[in-house]
């Protein structure tokens, strides 16, 4: 049989970034959550596409990483199926993923996908709206009682930004923060909603890893993460310059 090596390269999957880097998966038959794999049976979701293979065992893993492979290639489910798996039941202790996205259609698509993939899991899944809306619902008593937060970096900075405790969101028990589509937001107003956001994350959760997807390769932002991130995971699906 195959090794690793060999799997990798006969689905253009290229990973760099420290010694010992997880196996793919080969199947969702290697995904031992009955109802996730009922799901995706019914959404006729028959193999794991390259991009999918090797994300989902390196985020159980809780390896941070940054991704790049094609529109199209299945990247949302590359990172909603392990914090689904990883954060198993609801647990009414703050927003423990946060999905962040560049514009609300996006935003949207994400959120229609991670209903039809998490149902069955009971986990709480929210997408804001209305900021207005947001910062009274996230922040009365019933606060801690969502598991996932999915939504543009603009609406997060202005939430994260309320001072009071009673006004803010609970991000304490933060374990996953996901950038997708990164090349966009790597840009002017972008990064500086970004590093804010970066920074409140790492301040008020010392468990938050990041992941970051996009279609296109950018040397600038691959070269932030290594200097940035300790042991951030590369990984390329396809040739970097298609
Ligand atoms: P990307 O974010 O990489 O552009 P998407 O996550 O939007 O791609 O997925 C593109 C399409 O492929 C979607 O319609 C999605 O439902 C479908 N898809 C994703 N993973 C699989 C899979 N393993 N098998 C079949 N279809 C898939
Ligand atoms: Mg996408």
């Known amino acids: 049989s195959m090794n690793d090596e060999e799997f990798r390269t006969k689905h253009d999957i290229m990973v760099d970034g420290i010694d010992q880097i997880k196996s793919p998966i080969k199947t969702f038959d290697e995904i031992n959550v009955n109802y996730l794999r009922?799901?995706?049976?019914k959404g006729n979701y028959h193999q794991p596409t390259p991009i999918q293979m090797q994300t989902i065992p390196l985020m159980l893993d809780r390896q941070q990483l940054i991704a790049s492979a094609p529109t199209g290639s299945g990247k949302t489910l590359a990172f909603l199926l392990p914090i689904i798996i990883q954060l198993e039941r609801p647990k009414s202790c703050g927003f423990r993923a946060i999905i962040l996205a560049p514009t609300r259609e996006l935003v949207k698509q994400i959120h229609r996908e991670s209903l039809w993939i998490s149902e069955g899991s009971g986990l709480r899944i929210h997408m804001i709206k209305n900021v207005n809306l947001a910062s009274k619902k996230f922040n009365s008593k019933s606060k801690l009682k969502?598991?996932?937060?999915?939504?543009?970096?603009?609406r997060l900075e202005y939430l994260l930004s309320l001072k009071t405790i009673d006004t803010t969101i609970n991000i304490d028990n933060l374990e996953w923060l996901i950038i997708d589509e990164y090349d966009r937001l790597f840009q002017s107003t972008f990064m500086k909603q970004l590093s804010t956001i970066f920074n409140i994350c790492f301040e008020r959760s010392s468990l938050v890893k990041l992941a970051l997807f996009s279609a296109t390769f950018n040397q600038y932002l691959y070269d932030w993460c290594k200097l940035n991130?300790?042991?951030i995971i590369t990984i390329i699906i396809g040739q970097r310059n298609k």
Do not use: A, G, Q, S
Request: net charge neutral; hydrophobic share 30%; aromatic share 6%.
């Open 146 to 154: 969502y598991d996932i937060l999915i939504t543009t970096p603009k």
């Open 38 to 41: 009922e799901n995706l049976r």
């Open 229 to 231: 991130l300790n042991n």
